[in-house]
Every structure is written in structure tokens, then in C-alpha cells.
């Protein structure tokens, strides 16, 4: 199956700085989607990023699928960015199963 | 949006029970998904279900079975809970891939079960 890494495993910053997170993939991809997960444990979809570029705010991706890898910018980053940020990707043909990376911790210290 | 609502965020059961996990999403998703999370292991899919009443295993299914009777509900089983079950349970829904318009995985909030 698709082997997905994340990198770095984590990551501690002052608040206002920028970040940025990588997800390597080691095959093809059709489906790719950023999630943030919260301290309560819920994950939240960041952006469903297959290929391109897309932007949210302070957010943005990028994923160069012939490359086989996707980053997520952090910019000015705050507190409430703190959490874990997952990499999900997949082939599809049917259920869209997808595999995850083991994720990025991010600590913004006021 | 899509909602996906899992019935319970907190939940403590004894050795032995049978545990029952459900999972309601409201957009119409063919996809359903039950995803356990633990420390350092990171998330490991259960069972996933591509239609009403199918199912298919997950890298982890030993222990747990799964019902989706209705396509909006997919229930996770824990036939007899183990304290090795106490763990952070995900559920999830997903169109099919080849819908117009595919946006990935949406995610319940969540239910931490502790099995004492």
C-alpha cells in the first residue's frame, strides 16, 4: 500500500512565525486531505488538496502530485494552531479508503 | 455541511460488556469509516462500509464487528470489551470517488471509550 511521511514529527514555535509541514507519498494519488486535530480529539478537514494550490485564511497547500509530496503553510501562526496535523492520501477506486501519516505535532507558544 | 454525530463523547464500560458505538452522518456519503486512535500507533482503520449492509475489514478488526443497516448509520461492536479497547474511536463518511465533487473525509468529534 501507499506509504505516507510526515516530517517534521514535531515542531515548536513562537506565535507570529510561519511554518510550513510536509507530507511525502510513495505512489500516485487522486485524493489528499490535510486535517487539523483539536485538543478534544476531533479532526478537522484543513483542505481536500489532490493537486494545486488552495488558501484559507492564514492557511494555504500545496501538492505537486508528480512529486509525490503536499505542504501545509502556517502563516503568523497563533496558540489556537496548536494540535496535530495529519496527511491523509489515497488511490481510489471504490471506498476511499485512505492512509495517514503519523502526523505533525505543533506547540505556538505565546 | 456535513455533519457526522457519534453518539457519545465519553464512555466507560467494564470488562466483558457488549459496547455499542454509533455513528449518524447527514449528507447522503455511501462511505463509512471506524478508525481507533492510541498513542504513538496513530490511526488505525476498524471497518469500513462502502453500501448499506457491506462491510469490509480494517487493518485492526479482531474484536469488533460493525452493522449498517441504514446508509446514514454505521455502528461500531465491541462483542466483549477488553481493557486492551480503551482507546479514542474516530468515525468518519466519505462520497465515492467518483462523485462530481469529492471533498475527503469528514470526522465525527470523536468517543473516548475506557474499558475498567
Known amino acids: 500500500g501507499i506509504q505516507v511521511e510526515q516530517s517534521p514529527p514535531d515542531l515548536i514555535l513562537q506565535e507570529g512565525a510561519n511554518s510550513t509541514l510536509r507530507c511525502n507519498f510513495s505512489?500516485?494519488?487522486?485524493?489528499l486531505q490535510w486535517f487539523h486535530q483539536n485538543p478534544w480529539g476531533q479532526l478537522i478537514n484543513l483542505f481536500y488538496i489532490p493537486s494545486g494550490t488552495k488558501q484559507n485564511g492564514r492557511l494555504s497547500a500545496t501538492t505537486v502530485a508528480t512529486e509525490r509530496y503536499s505542504l501545509l503553510y502556517i502563516s503568523s501562526s497563533q496558540t489556537t494552531d496548536s494540535g496535530v496535523y495529519f496527511c491523509a492520501v489515497a488511490y481510489n477506486t471504490n471506498a476511499g479508503k485512505s492512509t495517514f501519516g503519523d502526523g505533525t505535532t505543533l506547540t505556538v507558544k505565546p | 455541511d456535513v455533519k457526522v454525530t457519534q453518539s457519545s463523547r465519553y464512555l466507560v464500560k467494564r470488562t466483558g460488556e457488549k459496547v455499542f458505538l454509533e455513528c449518524v452522518q447527514d449528507m447522503d456519503h455511501e462511505n463509512m469509516f471506524w478508525y481507533r486512535q492510541d498513542p504513538g500507533l496513530g490511526l488505525r482503520l476498524i471497518y469500513f462500509s462502502y453500501d448499506v449492509k457491506m462491510k469490509e475489514k480494517g487493518d485492526i478488526p479482531e474484536g469488533y464487528s460493525v452493522s449498517r443497516e441504514k446508509k446514514e448509520r454505521f455502528s461500531l461492536i465491541l462483542e466483549s470489551a477488553s481493557t486492551n479497547q480503551t482507546s479514542m474511536y474516530l468515525c468518519a463518511s466519505k462520497l465515492s470517488q467518483g462523485a462530481v465533487t469529492n471533498y475527503g473525509y469528514t470526522f465525527g468529534s470523536g468517543t473516548r471509550l475506557t474499558v475498567v
Open positions: 505512489d500516485s494519488v487522486n485524493n
